[in-house]
């Protein structure tokens, strides 16, 4: 009698595991057919900076930014400040020279030089002439664009 109990035991063991493995890998199919949720945004933009002036973007095409929607921010790549990145305030941002919430193809958008640069300590974290910057756009977490231009 104790081999059937046994081999009762070792059965429904089995059975558990094969099902486990079945619902693990049914879940694992299913989730790669779903697509993803997440849009995908198509921009081209082109920067330039006067140092101590402004940044001015360029929408040359693709999908119109809402700004409540993103996040901008500044990234120096080389220099003494090489790898600040920096959040920028967008109340102060204006586009074609009016303060808008929508950015789209043609439009120019500004951000004045010292709400585009953290403040530091004993003097600003920015790029100086001649020296590369970078302008970001997130929503959320997600990179959705970005373009490098030279401080003259």
């Known amino acids: ?13 089995i059975l558990t595991v094969l099902v486990i493995t079945v619902a693990v890998l049914l879940n694992t199919v299913i989730s790669k057919l779903i697509p993803s949720t997440k849009p995908v945004h198509n921009v ?17 095409g693709g999908d119109t930014l809402y700004l409540n929607d993103v996040t901008i921010k500044t990234y120096i790549p080389y220099g003494k400040y090489a ?20 950015f789209t193809v043609g439009d120019v958008l500004k ?27 997130y ?10 231009g030279t401080v003259s």
Not at 1 to 13: C, E, H, Q, R, Y
Not at 121 to 137: A, D, H, L, M, Q
Not at 139 to 147: A, K, V
């Open 83 to 102: 790898g600040s990145t920096y959040t920028v305030n967008k109340n102060s941002i204006t586009i074609n020279g009016e303060k808008k919430d929508i």
């Open 44 to 60: 081209q933009l082109s920067c330039s900076a006067k140092y101590g002036e402004y940044i001015e973007i360029y929408h040359l």
């Open 139 to 148: 929503i959320g977490s997600d990179l959705i664009t970005s373009c490098r």
């Open 1 to 13: 009698m104790t081999g059937k109990g046994l081999s009762i035991i070792v059965t429904i063991v």
């Open 111 to 137: 951000i004045p030089w010292n709400s585009a640069w953290y403040p530091g300590w004993t003097e600003p974290y920015e790029p100086k002439s001649g020296e590369e910057f970078i302008v970001e756009f």
